[in-house]
């Protein structure tokens, strides 16, 4: 029979062994995006970003059968596992962490994390890690932001614009391709969503009979295919690139100062495509991956 989930960790702890042991300016902290898609990790030394890196979600309903103290118990590991690899590249900031410089406390000692999250499911899930802070939109210093805003969102455009300047547009290629602008007062000006690269390829495989399901294409695909699946590249890779063109141009006839930011997962191809069919765009658009660990370091 497979194991459950609370087979891979040992008995759960009092809360008291879970009590955080850091202190000081240069404290250690783990910061936590959960994406549509993935959890992205940061790693914090102070305000300074150390380091990133990616995981799949939590299986939800196995968490969900665990005790609290089973949970939290979980959760701890999950996240010093999550970065023992980080621990090889012997960064300064984590070798006077208990967590990570001595294995033998992964069950004795919780970093504190920092978490952003638009999925709720998974949101309900860290809620009992001992030591979270749950970042919500009011605690954003930007004006105008609406309720429904997603705090990935308004997070890395908090991050761009202030490391990169106001005013600002940032461009979120991941699992929605979405823009975002603020004027040089901080002020949401708005944006939009529509599907990202990906998705649109995966519904057409999903929701069409006829059609293949297809992977982006490592360059600009050719506008006039011959054969299905380059269509479907064409017709996802071209519209995309109109549009981003399209939202870049207007905002700058409005901030024509403004600094252009892309982010998210598919924003190396998307910044390729851009840049081959549209290279005096592209040439604006500066690459900001990290744009969201911006935003919650501040």
């Given at each position: 029979?497979?194991?459950?989930?609370?087979?891979?960790?040992?008995?759960?702890?009092?809360?008291?062994?879970?009590?955080?042991?850091?202190?000081?300016?240069?404290?250690?902290?783990?910061?936590?995006?959960?994406?549509?898609?993935?959890?992205?990790?940061?790693?914090?030394?102070?305000?300074?970003?150390?380091?990133?890196?990616?995981?799949?979600?939590?299986?939800?309903?196995?968490?969900?059968?665990?005790?609290?103290?089973?949970?939290?118990?979980?959760?701890?590991?999950?996240?010093?596992?999550?970065?023992?690899?980080?621990?090889?590249?012997?960064?300064?900031?984590?070798?006077?962490?208990?967590?990570?410089?001595?294995?033998?406390?992964?069950?004795?000692?919780?970093?504190?994390?920092?978490?952003?999250?638009?999925?709720?499911?998974?949101?309900?899930?860290?809620?009992?890690?001992?030591?979270?802070?749950?970042?919500s939109l009011d605690e954003l210093p930007i004006g105008g932001l609406y309720p429904t805003l997603?705090?990935?969102?308004?997070?890395?455009?908090?991050?761009?614009?202030?490391?990169?300047?106001?005013?600002?547009?940032?461009?979120?290629?991941g699992t929605a391709l979405t823009f975002t602008g603020a004027d040089v007062n901080r002020c949401?000006?708005?944006?939009?969503?529509?599907?990202?690269?990906?998705?649109?390829?995966?519904?057409?495989?999903?929701?069409?009979?006829?059609?293949?399901?297809?992977?982006?294409?490592?360059?600009?695909?050719?506008?006039?295919?011959?054969?299905?699946?380059?269509?479907?590249?064409?017709?996802?890779?071209?519209?995309?690139?109109?549009?981003?063109?399209?939202?870049?141009?207007?905002?700058?006839?409005?901030?024509?100062?403004?600094?252009?930011?892309?982010?998210?997962?598919?924003?190396?191809?998307?910044?390729?495509?851009?840049?081959?069919?549209?290279?005096?765009?592209?040439?604006?658009?500066?690459?900001?991956?990290?744009?969201?660990?911006?935003?919650?370091?501040?």
């Amino acid at each position: 029979m497979e194991n459950s989930i609370a087979d891979n960790f040992p008995p759960p702890l009092g809360s008291s062994n879970l009590t955080p042991q850091f202190t000081g300016k240069g404290r250690v902290k783990i910061a936590l995006a959960i994406g549509n898609s993935r959890l992205h990790w940061g790693l914090l030394a102070g305000k300074t970003l150390e380091k990133t890196w990616d995981t799949e979600h939590l299986e939800a309903d196995a968490v969900s059968r665990l005790c609290e103290a089973e949970k939290a118990e979980y959760l701890v590991q999950t996240v010093i596992r999550s970065i023992e690899h980080i621990s090889d590249l012997n960064l300064p900031c984590l070798s006077d962490t208990p967590a990570v410089s001595n294995s033998h406390t992964l069950s004795f000692v919780s970093l504190p994390l920092i978490l952003a999250s638009v999925v709720p499911q998974q949101t309900a899930i860290w809620q009992s890690y001992p030591d979270v802070r749950i970042i919500s939109l009011d605690e954003l210093p930007i004006g105008g932001l609406y309720p429904t805003l997603g705090i990935d969102r308004a997070l890395a455009l908090l991050g761009a614009g202030n490391q990169l300047g106001w005013p600002v547009l940032l461009i979120d290629a991941g699992t929605a391709l979405t823009f975002t602008g603020a004027d040089v007062n901080r002020c949401l000006i708005g944006g939009a969503i529509l599907p990202g690269l990906g998705l649109q390829l995966s519904s057409l495989g999903k929701q069409a009979a006829a059609l293949p399901s297809v992977s982006l294409p490592d360059n600009l695909p050719h506008r006039w295919a011959k054969d299905t699946a380059g269509a479907i590249h064409s017709g996802v890779v071209y519209a995309a690139v109109a549009g981003v063109r399209d939202f870049i141009e207007d905002w700058l006839n409005l901030f024509p100062n403004s600094k252009i930011a892309i982010t998210g997962g598919d924003r190396t191809l998307l910044l390729q495509y851009l840049t081959a069919a549209f290279p005096d765009t592209a040439s604006s658009v500066i690459d900001a991956p990290e744009a969201i660990f911006w935003g919650i370091s501040y």
